[in-house]
């Protein structure tokens, strides 16, 4: 960890005390709040209204009850592709010696870098109210009541819920469960679809630069005051586009080589340095990971234009992931009582097969996630 994690970790400690110090003091209960160690909980009266009020319109229901057959399909087919998914990357990564998807859990920090957590957090949000109200619409529609609704925060990690009525829940059909447990999984992939067709529609497809993320420190970027979110746009006048342009570009210069950057705050001298690893290879200081630059069809301005294609891009890969994953048979995942709906028909024979796929999803979870790191 660099100073930066630690200090998050310090002020991240030293928020949690302050809140559960204030949770003694006030009478946070009477506001809906409700405060554990690294535990937030809020139980919003007007969520649970808002969610009744969706299911009840008469301009909507038509919608919700054609969608809740959909979802059904939807979530049986990322079921079977995340089983299968998780599958080919062990055989990909152990049998063939190949390094593809790394399957590892989100740590700011450790395995999410602080500066991805806003956009992280605003993903998370988005993805998790979604998921929810798509759960409590149509147990509504279903004709399950819903006794609470709300958000909570574990640590640094959003989520949200929605409180149903497990007796009526239980009572009903396994048809009408089923349409409930696959309703958040298949909102968020639909959700997913739409952000990338907005994705689409508001960039162009193809990159016209590179954002900058880290520099070496006295680098010679850093000394030409480039930092995180300029956008590199040629090298002595060779248009860089993506990250192959620049290491063509660089591998035949010299260090001690001055080259002209163009970048968003007009072309900047710069003068290479030897490489730490090879003294015979020139650097600019430029750290990976960057980000290729899309410009937007708004004329935004390359600073907005990044910011609002990162939003879309981490809101992107938060339902599709989430839906994805959701739908795995894993006890207190939304596929688990999915999978239990589908197979209570054939009693014990039923139960074993559910717990062969929980076995089968927890192991190649753990797998991925042992290979990946």
């Known amino acids: 960890m660099n100073n930066d994690e630690y200090l998050f970790a310090f002020l991240l400690l030293l928020f949690w005390l302050a809140i559960y110090m204030l949770s003694k003091i006030l009478p946070l209960k009477k506001y809906g709040l409700h ?4 535990f937030i909980k809020y139980e919003s009266e007007r969520f649970r209204k808002l969610l009744y009020k969706l299911s009840l319109s ?9 969608s809740s057959h959909l979802n059904v399909f939807l979530s049986l087919g990322l079921m079977f592709f995340s089983i299968m998914f998780l599958l080919g990357n062990i055989t990909e990564m152990f049998l063939l010696s190949e390094r593809k998807a790394a399957i590892v859990p989100v740590i700011p920090g450790l395995t999410l870098s602080l500066y991805w957590l806003p956009y992280f957090l605003v993903a998370i949000i988005v993805t998790v109210l979604t998921h929810e109200a798509a759960h409590g619409v149509i147990a509504l529609i ?27 829940l239980n009572r009903l059909p396994s048809t009408s ?3 409930i447990f696959s309703a958040g999984a298949a909102s968020n992939i639909l959700g997913g679809l739409l952000v990338f067709l907005l994705l689409s529609c508001l960039f162009t497809p193809t990159p016209s630069g590179i954002v900058v993320l880290n520099v070496l420190e006295n680098g ?11 956008v590199i746009y040629a090298l002595n006048g060779t248009p860089i586009h993506t990250l192959q342009d620049l290491v063509n570009f660089m591998a035949n210069v010299k260090p001690r080589e001055k080259l002209v950057v163009s970048t968003n705050k007009g072309n900047i001298t710069i003068e290479t ?5 090879n003294a015979s290879r020139a650097i600019i200081g430029i750290v990976f990971p960057s980000l290729l630059y899309y410009p937007s069809r708004l004329g935004l301005g390359f600073f907005w234009d990044v910011q609002t ?22 006890p207190l ?7 239990q709906c589908l197979l209570e028909k054939f009693a014990d024979k039923g139960m074993l097969v559910k717990k062969f796929f929980n076995a089968l999803s927890l192991f190649l979870i753990i797998v991925n996630m042992a290979l990946s790191l």
């Open 35 to 38: 405060v554990k160690p690294f």
């Open 58 to 66: 008469n301009r909507w229901r038509i919608l919700w009850k054609f």
């Open 142 to 168: 279903e004709g399950v009541r819903i006794k609470s609704a709300g958000a909570f925060i574990f640590a640094v990690f959003p989520g949200g819920f929605v409180e149903v009525d497990e007796k009526e």
């Open 177 to 179: 469960r089923i349409k």
């Open 220 to 230: 010679p970027l850093d000394v030409a005051d480039i930092k995180r979110w300029d």
């Open 273 to 277: 340095i030897p490489s730490p690893e």
């Open 309 to 330: 294609y990162l939003i879309l891009n981490w809101l992107f890969i938060a339902l599709v992931n989430v839906a994805i994953f959701n739908m795995l048979p894993i």
């Open 333 to 339: 995942l939304d596929g688990d009582r999915f999978i």
